[in-house]
């Protein structure tokens, strides 16, 4: 995956990863209203982010998606590609965002499995900051300059552009193992926000289908 590290996981992350290059760096964020977390990034790239409230090896989707987690870690590496970019490719359609400049040539290139560079600055760079704008927004609405500003579906569209961004950040690594379960993240750990149990069987079928 070689996309400009421009706040896919907001200001603090590019910091951390900045001053992880050639060594190792730890952030630990404590905060009384808002989730704590711990981040761990090593030679400019962030290996492990987690809650601390939460068991430090917990399985980051939801409980009962063992079958697709199992299904996805069981696939060839040419399907596992495919999934990814076609997961993805559909929580676009889904939010509406299909039709992004840059969106469909990315996802072709992580389809080939030729990592595409998406520049900060490139059209689909502009955009995906503009997601996180408002992913950003949401999260603050509850305790920040956005309180109650926000109604609850703009609070849940700031939320699922946050989860989308996630997910087309991982389809676009290298490994393919990695890039589709970071793909099925959303529906994996939010299935109410992105198709439900109908969406997660329909990619159960897909892969058992082809394996």
Known sequence: MVIE????????????????????????????????????????????????????????????????????????????????????????????????PGLAEALDGAARGAAPHVAADSPLGRHVRDWLTVQKRAGESLNGPYRSRLSDAERTQGNRYGWFVAALRGALEPEPDKALLAALRPVGSVPSLFGGPAARAAILRTLSETN
């Open 5 to 100: 590290p421009y706040g896919f996981e907001g200001a603090d992350q590019v910091l951390l990863e900045s001053l992880s290059r050639g060594t190792e760096a730890l952030s630990v964020l404590r905060h009384d209203y808002a989730s704590p977390r711990v981040c761990y990034a090593v030679d400019g790239i962030t290996v492990a982010a987690f809650d601390p409230g939460d068991r430090l090896c917990a399985d980051p989707y939801e409980p009962g998606s063992a079958e697709l987690v199992a299904a996805a870690e069981g696939a060839s590496p040419q399907r596992q590609r495919a999934v990814a970019t076609a997961e993805v490719a559909r929580l676009a359609a889904m939010l509406g965002l299909d039709g992004t």
